[in-house]
Structures are given as C-alpha cells and as structure tokens.
C-alpha cells in the first residue's frame, strides 16, 4: 500500500515563497511519476507540476511556469514542491500524487493520492 502525506501549507503574504513536500510510504517510490495538483473553492482539480520517475524531466501548468518548481529525492522517498513570487490566484488545497504510468499528464492517471495541505496567498 502507498500513502502520500503532504506537508509545507500555510497562510503567506503575495510575493513570498513556500515550499511543500510529499513524503511517501513503500519501497517503489522511485518507480512513480510524482505530480501536484490543486483544488480552489468552488473549482475543479487542475495540475500544477510532474516529474519523471529520475527527476531528468519535468513539466508545469502555465499558471505556475517560472514560479514553481518540482523536484523529487528519491533516497528519502520525498517530493517538493517549491513555490515562489506566489500570488492570491495560487490559494488551494495542494495535492500529490503518484502515478505507476510512464507518462501521467491527467488525473485519473494518477493511483495514489495525498490528504492535500491548504495553501492560502493573502493580497
């Protein structure tokens, strides 16, 4: 059994940084496309970021582009989510997820999926 737990949210200023981290349970974490995706008030699900199963390639929604960046350890099982110049428009509830496909770019690619951490960007 996987299980994903996300942690890092919080309430932040417009223009300041956070940085989210997804620790995940099981010995094959190194064989998951990790991804992010986040959920406002009102609105549906949408992707934020995902990276390979190496790390080697990544890709963003444009909304994030620039801004945010993805990374993954392998060694502790851990992947983040480092968010900066953040902006009203970024507050969600924050989710990971992994993904056993070689290429995972829609949810219902995803297998496992994390409780989410609230984000909150106040103007």
């Known amino acids: 059994q996987v299980q994903l737990v996300e942690s890092g949210g919080g309430l932040v200023q417009a223009g300041r940084s956070l940085r989210l981290s997804c620790a995940v349970s099981?010995?094959?974490?190194?064989?998951?496309?990790m991804g992010w995706f986040r959920q406002a008030p009102g609105k549906e699900r949408e992707f934020v970021a995902q990276?390979?199963?190496?790390?080697?390639?990544?890709y963003y929604a444009d909304s994030v582009k620039g801004r945010f960046t993805i990374s993954r350890d392998n060694a502790k099982k851990t992947v983040y989510l480092q968010m900066n110049s953040l902006k009203p428009e970024d507050t969600a509830v924050y989710y990971c997820?992994?993904?056993?496909?070689?290429?995972?770019?829609?949810?219902?690619?995803?297998?496992?999926w994390g409780q989410g951490t609230q984000v909150t960007v106040s103007s």
């Open positions: 099981g010995r094959t974490f190194s064989s998951y496309v």
């Open positions: 990276i390979s199963r190496s790390g080697e390639i990544t």
């Open positions: 997820a992994a993904s056993s496909r070689i290429m995972a770019g829609i949810i219902s690619d995803y297998d496992y």
